[in-house]
């Protein structure tokens, strides 16, 4: 039996897509096929299986499972909650891999497939290889066995095994999404005084889209804070392995500030460890690290690739602008939003100061959010490559890790191509308002010269 996906839902870092549109029951089944096709090939046996808890998440799951069972993979169902429970899962079982049936941040129509494998993730080529192995047909034969486990309080425990902080009063926005029963469990373990919204966790997201990295998405968390005088605000995405924060003053901490926060205890454990940051980072984070005698390294967005460079370099911390944290130091190696907050309560309890206070010690940027501009899948790489020759020709200081980050007087500026959509990304930094317009013209300019029209693409 062949079967031919949907060119659209084989993405980067997971199989994600449309349901009812562009992904179906069948295109779960047959996935569970191939993955049991490459997992044989590797000599897996058993994997574990999650989902989170959007209402088509159950289908999708049970198509799934019927499909790897077909190719002779025995399954453990671990059942609702965030990926980062079924990473856990896949790391605590004694298993040989792990998928979680989710749509991430994703609206409430669109699910797919996260997929670990012996230890790494699946993406990139991998994945379209799955592709084509299910378009040939070429698949194992068996009749695997289906187990259950419930894990969410092995995974609550451990969460809080070693956790050496004190109390704050601490708000928490759930955005209706998978971590809700985990959450819920989590917040009578620690102390302090714990306030939690939207723990129910409904698939239609009601109350706002489930991704923290998008600030009007954390204004009732700041409502929160504001209204009932907490110390700060930690929100999660739709499948818990995104983290948002936000400080006493209802200010946004990202990505990079809340490694800058997490990285100074790792390194007082490890000191001139590697702590890895993507290229949306600010460059006050790589000095930060290099201040506190780690190792700064700058790589490649997406959480699968950071992943990998993570393991190459031994690295106990990584993180992204999009509010993946990963921690090495204590825990897995994988990107975890409840294990980030507890690892935040912790970081700000053994530094002597309030968030807000640590919040108020960091040098001053000011830069662009994330800037998106459509363009054609043809021109996506293309566009990107035509830059780099040019900042080349004109000897400017450019950073090629992913995409062009080039460094000028003023601060920098990062154009790259996006793995997951036909948009180009663009950021700049600077220390003034008077610097970043002169950072943004540079993007413009080059963004003229390779025929991009620079109207922004919606998110």
């Not at 050496?164 to 809700?180: L, M, P, R, S, T």
């Not at 106990?316 to 980030?340: N, Q, T, V």
């Not at 900042?391 to 450019?398: E, I, R, T, Y």
Request: hydrophobic share 40%; glycine share 12%.
């Amino acid at each position: 039996m062949t079967h031919t996906f949907h060119p659209s839902i084989l993405r980067e870092y997971d199989v994600r897509g449309i349901v009812g549109d562009t992904l179906s029951d069948r295109d779960a089944f047959a996935l569970g096929r191939g993955y049991a096709a490459l997992a044989r090939e590797e000599g897996a046996a058993t994997i574990a299986v999650g989902r989170d808890g959007r209402s088509h998440s159950p289908e999708l799951e049970d198509a799934l499972v019927r499909g790897l069972t077909a190719g002779g993979l025995n399954v453990v169902r671990v059942g609702m909650g965030p990926s980062p429970m079924l990473y856990f899962a896949a790391a605590t079982l004694g298993v040989d891999g792990g998928i979680q049936v989710t749509g991430s941040h994703n609206p409430a129509d669109y699910n797919g497939f996260k997929m670990l494998l012996g230890g790494r993730s699946v993406f990139g080529a991998e994945i379209q290889a799955l592709g084509a192995r299910c378009a040939a047909g070429d698949y194992s034969e068996g009749a695997g066995a289906v187990s259950e486990a419930d894990v969410l309080d092995a995974y609550v425990d451990r969460l809080v095994q070693d956790f050496g902080g004190i109390g704050f009063k601490v708000g928490w926005d759930n955005g209706n999404g998978a971590a809700g029963p985990a959450l819920e469990k989590l917040v009578k373990r620690l102390p302090g005084e714990h306030h939690a919204i939207y723990t129910e966790v409904d698939g239609s997201f009601p109350n706002h889209h489930p991704d923290p990295t998008v600030e009007a998405n954390l204004s009732d968390l700041k409502a929160l804070v504001s209204d009932k005088q907490l110390d700060f605000g930690i929100a999660f995405d739709g499948d818990g392995d995104r983290i948002g924060a936000v400080d006493g003053l209802g200010r946004v901490i990202w990505g990079d500030q809340l490694l800058a926060i997490l990285a100074e205890p790792v390194l007082a454990a490890e000191p001139g460890a590697t702590i890895i940051a993507d290229v949306k980072a600010s460059q006050i984070l790589f000095d930060r690290i290099a201040e506190l005698g780690g190792r700064p390294l700058m790589w490649k967005t997406g959480h699968s690739l950071i992943k990998s460079k993570m393991k190459e370099t031994n690295a106990p911390l990584a993180g992204e602008m999009s509010g993946h944290i990963f921690f090495k130091h204590r825990w897995y190696g994988f990107d975890d939003a409840l294990y980030a907050a507890v690892r935040l309560i912790e970081a700000v309890s053994v530094s002597g100061k309030t968030l807000t206070e640590l919040m108020d010690a960091m040098p001053r940027s000011t830069s662009t959010p994330e800037l998106r501009f459509a363009v054609d899948a043809a021109r996506k790489f293309a566009v990107v490559d035509e830059v780099l020759e040019r900042l080349s020709a004109d000897g400017a200081k450019v950073d090629a890790t992913d995409g062009a980050r080039v460094n000028t007087p003023d601060g920098w500026w990062l154009l790259r191509a996006s793995n997951t959509q036909d948009v180009l990304v663009a950021r700049a930094e600077a220390s003034d308002q008077a610097g970043l317009d002169r950072l943004v013209a540079q993007i413009d300019e080059q963004l003229a010269r390779s025929g991009v029209k620079r109207t922004e693409a919606a998110h």
